[in-house]
């Protein structure tokens, strides 16, 4: 029912930049904290960066600097600014929309994902 679609991954070199994309369709209930998270093969998936709706983020760590996550709650849409780009960064990067409290549990919905590739 809710559709959330990723777009805007794709190669680039390292020091490159990239911006991600998020648009949120279909949702019956509001949209809470909206971000971005990462698995690398192998590795577990995190936490890139969150946004809620009045505009406080956070970022991991690895990413401080360098990512920016922004978002338009009228449109529930969201981006990943993504610069400085490293090997590190490679992934498959999901969208991630969070609702307010509804029915006494927070529902959530994961776009499929869109692969950012850093490579020379």
């Known amino acids: 029912q809710v559709q959330v679609e990723e777009s805007g991954g794709g190669l680039v070199q390292p020091g490159g930049s990239l911006r991600l994309s998020c648009v949120v369709s279909?949702?019956?209930?509001?949209?809470?904290?909206m971000a971005w998270y990462r698995q690398a093969p192998g590795k577990e998936r995190e936490l890139v960066a969150s946004?809620?709706?009045?505009?406080?983020?956070d970022y991991a760590d690895s990413v401080k600097g360098r990512f920016t996550i922004s978002r338009d709650n009228s449109k529930i849409t969201a981006w990943l600014q993504m610069a400085s780009l490293k090997a590190e960064d490679t992934a498959i990067y999901y969208c991630?929309?969070?609702?307010?409290?509804?029915?006494?549990?927070?529902?959530?919905?994961w776009g499929q994902g869109t692969q950012v590739t850093v490579s020379s």
């Open positions: 991630n929309a969070e609702t307010v409290e509804w029915k006494q549990r927070k529902w959530t919905y």
């Open positions: 279909m949702s019956m209930i509001a949209i809470d904290t």
């Open positions: 946004i809620s709706p009045g505009g406080n983020t």
